[in-house]
C-alpha cells in the first residue's frame, strides 16, 4: 500500500452489498458512505439485522465469491479493496487492515494452540523466526494484560475464559500492527466488567498504535466516550452520522432517539420497564418505499410513508441526518404530538418524556 498517501486512511463510497436468495435480493448494505482519518475511532451502532456486520466485512473483502451483487467504492489509502485478486488480500489482511470478530469461541481454532495461533500470521507477514515470533507472542499477550502470558501460549481457546479469548482474538488482530482495525461486537456475551476492560483495552490499543478502528455494536452506551465519530445504521442504510457528543445532545433522527431511550438507566427505581422499540426491521428484499423506520415511528406522517428522505446537513458541521420531522424540530415536536392525539400509545412509552425530550 501507499505510505505516503494523503487524506483518509479509509473512503467508502456509496457500497451496496446485496445477496441473491430464493426470496430475491437482500439490500444488506444500501448506499453507504463514510471516511476515516488515521488515529480516529468510528462507531457503527444498530439493531442487529440493520446491515453493520456485512459492512465491516464488505470493507475488509471478505464476503463469498458467489451470489452477492457488491457496488460502490471501498479504498484504503487510495488502493480500491475489490481490485486485489485473493493472494493480494491475503497479504492485506494483518499489515494493513484487521478485524476482531464477534465470537472469539469461533473464531479461534478450537484444535490449535494459542501460541500457534499469534505466531501463523506474524512469521507469515513479518518474515520472523520461530523464537523471534513466539518472543512477539508473549509480547502481544503482555500487552493485552492476560495473566501468566508464558502459560497460556501452551494453552487452547476451551480453557481460557470468555475475556481471556477475547483478549487473544485482539492480540492475533494486532499482531501485524495494522493501520485499520474493525471491532464487531467486541463484548458480545461478556459481563459488564470485562466489556469495560476490553473496550479500554482496545482504547488504549488504538491510541498508542494511532490506528484508525471501527467500533461495531448496537449499544450506544459502548461508543459514548470512545469513539470520536458514530453513525447509525437502519436496515442496511446510515440514519444519522455526526461526531459523537453532537449525536448525543443534538439527535435528529427518531431511531437513534429510540435506541437512546432503550437503554436501562441506573437512576432508574427497580423494575421500571424499558423502552422497547416496536414492531421489527423491514424485509430488506422489499423495503418501504419512504422512510425504512416509518412503520415504528412515533413521528411518522404520510411524507415519511411516500417519499424516502436524503441524508440531510444539520446545523453541525459533520452532521447528517435521513427524517423529514426530525428530533428536537418544530415540525417533529408537532408529528409527534399529533400521532399521540391520534392514535394508541405504545405499551410502556411515557409520553411526556417523548414530547419534551
Not at 155 to 168: F, K, N, T
Amino acid at each position: 500500500m501507499d505510505d505516503a498517501h494523503e487524506g483518509p486512511v479509509l473512503e467508502v463510497t456509496d457500497l451496496e452489498t446485496n445477496f441473491k436468495t430464493p426470496a430475491g435480493l437482500v439490500r444488506a448494505v444500501d448506499g453507504v458512505s463514510l471516511s476515516l482519518e488515521r488515529g480516529k475511532t468510528i462507531g457503527i451502532v444498530g439493531e442487529s439485522g440493520s446491515g453493520k456486520s456485512v459492512l465491516s466485512r464488505s470493507i475488509m473483502g471478505l464476503l463469498p465469491s458467489g451470489n452477492v451483487v457488491r457496488k460502490g467504492s471501498v479504498r484504503y489509502q487510495g488502493q480500491e479493496i475489490g481490485e486485489l485478486t485473493p493472494n493480494q488480500l491475503r497479504d492485506f489482511w494483518g499489515p494493513e487492515m484487521a478485524m476482531i470478530f464477534q465470537d472469539p469461541m469461533t473464531s479461534l481454532n478450537p484444535v490449535m494452540k494459542i501460541g500457534n495461533q499469534i505466531t501463523e500470521s506474524i512469521r507469515y507477514h513479518l518474515d520472523q523466526s520461530k523464537s523471534e515470533s513466539r518472543e512477539t507472542a508473549l509480547a502481544l499477550l503482555q500487552s493485552v494484560r492476560i495473566p501468566e502470558p508464558t502459560k497460556r501460549l501452551n494453552e487452547y481457546p476451551h480453557q481460557l475464559s470468555g475475556g481471556m479469548r477475547q483478549r487473544v482474538c485482539i492480540a492475533v488482530a494486532l499482531a501485524c500492527g495494522p493501520r485499520l482495525l474493525i471491532a464487531d461486537e467486541p463484548t458480545t456475551a461478556l459481563d459488564v466488567t470485562v466489556q469495560s476492560q476490553i473496550l479500554d483495552l482496545l482504547q488504549g490499543q488504538q491510541e498508542a498504535r494511532f490506528m484508525a478502528m471501527i467500533l461495531v455494536t448496537h449499544d450506544l452506551g459502548v461508543v459514548a466516550g470512545r469513539t470520536d465519530e458514530i453513525a447509525v445504521m437502519y436496515a442496511g442504510q446510515i440514519v444519522e452520522r455526526a461526531p459523537t457528543k453532537v449525536l448525543f445532545s443534538k439527535m435528529k433522527m427518531p431511531y437513534t432517539e429510540a435506541l437512546l431511550k432503550s437503554i436501562p438507566k441506573i437512576e432508574n427505581p427497580s423494575h421500571t420497564r424499558l423502552l422497547a422499540i416496536s414492531g421489527r426491521p423491514p424485509s430488506l428484499v422489499s423495503p418501504p418505499s419512504g422512510c425504512r423506520f416509518e412503520p415504528r415511528c412515533l413521528y411518522a406522517q404520510d411524507r415519511c410513508r411516500e417519499e424516502m428522505p436524503p441524508l440531510m446537513l444539520a446545523e453541525t458541521p459533520g452532521h447528517e441526518y435521513r427524517c423529514w420531522f426530525p428530533v428536537g424540530t418544530p415540525e417533529g415536536k408537532a408529528a409527534l404530538e399529533k400521532n399521540l392525539r391520534e392514535k394508541e400509545t405504545p405499551v410502556g412509552v411515557d409520553t411526556s418524556a417523548l414530547v419534551n425530550g
